[in-house]
């Protein structure tokens, strides 16, 4: 196992590299081209300076998160091939600078959605929360700029604002796509794209959805261990696996994650650890990583991680914002770190008990 961090690069991030080097235990960062747009092939000399920048502070680039697919694959659009294509030479260019994982998802408009970024909670932090009936009462088409309204000024992952603006068509244009064509649409991409990743040993890592069910009627397909099992059969490549997110699979209550981890344990390219506190069916709100914080057994999770003998990264996903950090919401320093740290401890205790 290797211990990771988020970065979203100079300019688009509070965090600093020299910050995250100095988390104990943390030897590599998630990175991507922040700056990139969906469908685009990305310059080579742009992903060989964030390598360098990253290394020259100490640390190096462990997977990227995220080489966003294109809405025209996903829907299936007659121009899908020519996106794909792009997305292929992404990977060569990744692939020739030793970069081998990536994180992407295959949601449909919103690549997560949440009711509130900044609820405040009782020890005067704030977290990321969700609430079924306040996303039911709000018009898809004016929740980006209520999103946007608590986002301290950062460009939010899977809500920038050129893609977003035309959020009226993109609807439109998904209005004929179900589950079944979504994930007919994700099996074409996979097998497109699986030469190139066996070229260079790229690991492509799922995202599954966030939260796991139907949100403003749009398909869902990456939502438990049955839709896992699912895509990971439909594509049965060793190259084509899962990012393990607990809090995204956590959303729903009947999710059993380490019956998902068992289940799909060759196959978990990235994990990505969190907690969640659950209050009633389609309402949870974020919380410290520590078990007793949230609803979740993180013990449970890192041993069933441990015992199925997985070796890949793990980052600390969303934080708290605690200690007056004004950062992105979910992705301020000081709770990741502290995150880093706790998961880090369970699975050293996990190590030595054996």
């Known amino acids: 196992?290797?211990?990771?961090?988020?970065?979203?690069?100079?300019?688009?991030?509070?965090?600093?590299?020299?910050?995250?080097?100095?988390?104990?235990?943390?030897?590599?960062?998630?990175?991507?081209?922040?700056?990139?747009?969906?469908?685009?092939?990305?310059?080579?000399q742009k992903v060989r300076a964030l390598k360098e920048t990253v290394e020259h502070a100490g640390l190096h680039i462990v997977?990227?998160?995220?080489?966003?697919?294109?809405?025209?694959?996903?829907?299936?659009?007659?121009?899908?091939?020519?996106?794909?294509?792009n997305y292929i030479k992404t990977l060569e260019v990744l692939g020739k600078e030793h970069i081998s994982l990536i994180c992407y998802n295959f949601m449909p408009v919103f690549d997560w959605t949440r009711s509130d970024l900044a609820k405040a909670r009782p020890d005067g932090s704030t977290v990321l929360s969700?609430?079924?009936?306040?996303?039911?009462?709000?018009?898809?088409?004016?929740?980006?700029a209520s999103v946007d309204s608590k986002s301290n000024g950062f460009v939010l992952p899977g809500w920038e604002s050129e893609r977003l603006s035309k959020i009226k068509d993109l609807f439109a244009a998904y209005k004929g796509v179900d589950e079944a064509k979504l994930f007919a649409n994700l099996v074409y991409f996979l097998k497109a794209i699986m030469p190139t990743c066996k070229?260079?040993?790229?690991?492509?890592?799922?995202?599954?959805?966030?939260?796991?069910?139907?949100?403003f009627g749009l398909p869902r397909i990456i939502t438990g261990k049955d839709a896992v099992l699912k895509m990971l059969k439909?594509?049965?490549?060793?190259?084509?696996?899962?990012?393990?997110?607990?809090?995204?699979f956590g959303s729903n209550p009947k999710n059993d994650i380490p019956s998902i981890i068992y289940a799909c344990k060759e196959r978990i390219h990235f994990a990505h650890i969190r907690n969640l506190r659950h209050w009633s069916p389609g309402k949870f709100e974020e919380a410290a990583h520590l078990s007793s914080d949230g609803s979740f057994d993180m013990y449970a999770i890192m041993k069933a991680l441990y015992d199925s003998g997985f070796n890949g990264p793990i980052r600390p996903d969303h934080g708290r914002a605690i200690?007056?950090?004004?950062?992105?919401?979910?992705?301020?320093?000081?709770?990741?770190?502290?995150?880093a740290v706790y998961l880090q401890g369970l699975w050293e205790a996990i190590s030595k008990a054996k």
């Open 1 to 44: 196992m290797e211990m990771t961090f988020r970065w979203f690069g100079e300019g688009f991030d509070a965090v600093m590299l020299k910050q995250i080097r100095q988390i104990p235990g943390v030897t590599g960062v998630i990175a991507t081209l922040y700056d990139s747009v969906a469908g685009e092939a990305w310059d080579a």
């Open 63 to 85: 997977g990227i998160e995220s080489v966003n697919v294109h809405d025209a694959i996903k829907i299936g659009s007659p121009e899908r091939d020519q996106y794909i294509e």
């Open 130 to 144: 969700y609430d079924q009936s306040v996303i039911d009462a709000i018009d898809p088409e004016k929740l980006f």
């Open 199 to 215: 070229k260079y040993g790229i690991k492509m890592a799922i995202h599954p959805d966030d939260p796991a069910w139907t949100v």
């Open 234 to 248: 439909a594509v049965d490549n060793p190259l084509n696996g899962l990012t393990l997110c607990t809090g995204s």
């Open 323 to 339: 200690w007056g950090e004004v950062a992105m919401p979910g992705y301020g320093l000081y709770d990741r770190a502290l995150g």
